[in-house]
Nanobody, 114 residues
Framework: QVQLVESGGGLVQPGGSLRLSCTAS????????MGWYRQAPGKQRELVAH???????TYADFVKGRFTISRDNAKYTVYLQMNSLKPEDKDDYYC????????WGQGTQVTVSS
């Protein structure tokens, strides 16, 4: 059974940083496009960033220049470095793996508050 396990969420003050990690199991990780999405209560899940198997990255406009996605294929892990966090970044963040199928992690909560 495929598993995506996120970690690294928590409470941070505005302007602070967090690093999310997502470790996958039971997939050929280096072939998958890996992504991070976020979702607020009552809203649709939205793309934050994704990185292809070749390492090409895409970012939502609202995180450009602040967030960086990266992957370590040897560790089956994708990261999201989040800097200059704003209160509006407060959401549940979900890891996504996409190739022929799409898989989701269980989510990790990010709270930005003073």
């Amino acid at each position: 059974q495929v598993q995506l396990v996120e970690s690294g969420g928590g409470l941070v003050q505005p302007g602070g940083s967090l690093r999310l990690s997502c470790t996958a199991s039971r997939i050929t990780f280096n072939r998958y496009t890996m992504g991070w999405y976020r979702q607020a209560p009552g809203k649709q899940r939205e793309l934050v960033a994704h990185i292809t198997s070749e390492g090409r990255t895409t970012y939502a406009d609202f995180v450009k220049g602040r967030f960086t996605i990266s992957r370590d294929n040897a560790k089956y892990t994708v990261y999201l470095q989040m800097n200059s966090l704003k209160p509006e970044d407060k959401d549940d963040y979900y890891c996504n793996a996409q190739l022929w199928n799409t898989y989701w992690g269980q989510g990790t909560q990010v709270t930005v508050s003073s």
